[in-house]
């Protein structure tokens, strides 16, 4: 049995027009490579946000629930980051 299946895609000129020319520049063996690598990438890319969300998102939320207290003003955080924006222009 295969472990493959053919599909139909369309996809913009500009889009085609790439694979094309990373098959042509020799970064891929075939079109087909290109658009399994491109999968790949985004599969681990969806991986990565959903394990940001479970082990850090949802546990900071869970914290602020539980202690309301911990939450800042955007005021607070508007002042926090012009105050680091700052000191990295400084250090440049």
Do not use: F, N
């Not at 369309?10 to 087909?32: C, D, F, H, N, W």
């Not at 985004?42 to 629930?65: H, I």
Request: hydrophobic residues 45%; positive net charge; aromatic residues 4%.
């Amino acid at each position: 049995m295969r472990s493959t299946q053919q599909m139909s895609i369309t996809l913009p000129k500009e889009m085609a027009q790439l694979i094309r020319a990373k098959v042509a520049a020799g970064e891929y063996a075939s079109e087909s490579e290109v658009i399994r690598d491109g999968l790949r990438t985004l599969l681990a890319r969806d991986r990565a946000v959903e394990s940001w969300l479970r082990e850090q998102v949802a546990p900071a939320y869970d914290a602020l629930k539980a202690d309301p207290t911990r939450a800042i003003s955007v005021g607070d955080v508007r002042a926090i980051l012009a105050r680091e924006h700052a000191k990295a222009k400084a250090s440049r």
